[in-house]
């Protein structure tokens, strides 16, 4: 097998001791023509396989992105905007679109850390 003209070199040595002589030892390997052009065309498979790969998973994305967007564009066809006030069963089993104030009645609590606030929802995120 033919030698390759740069060679990898690693060095190691022990470090410096009164009591030990400096020991050290060197260790040179090369790659061979054929170990290099192997390793490239090992690349070059890889990457035609991610080229094959990738076009099912763009056609999937893509149908799932088409999907969404017809999903919405009927539901904004299908809502109906209601008032707060009023109940209707007419809109039972409907899209519908609220809008209005909230009132809260007392005070929600975490006795854990002692915080108490007037809210609709209290939440506790805890990170380490």
Do not use: C
Request: hydrophobic share 40%.
């Amino acid at each position: 097998m033919p030698q390759s003209n740069f060679p990898l070199q690693l060095t190691a040595g022990f470090p410096h001791d009164s009591d030990m002589s400096d020991d050290s030892y060197t260790v040179t390997s090369s790659k061979g023509w054929f170990g290099r052009i192997g390793g490239a065309i090992k690349g070059v498979l890889f990457g035609l396989v991610m080229i094959v790969v990738s076009f099912p998973v763009l056609f999937l994305n893509e149908g799932r992105a088409v999907k969404t967007q017809k999903t919405l564009e009927e539901g904004s066809k299908s809502v109906v905007t209601i008032s707060p006030e009023t109940v209707d069963a007419y809109n039972d089993g409907k899209l519908v679109y609220v809008t209005g104030g909230v009132a809260v009645e007392g005070f929600l609590t975490d006795p854990e850390f002692n915080v108490s606030s007037q809210a609709v929802s209290l939440r506790r995120k805890v990170e380490m």
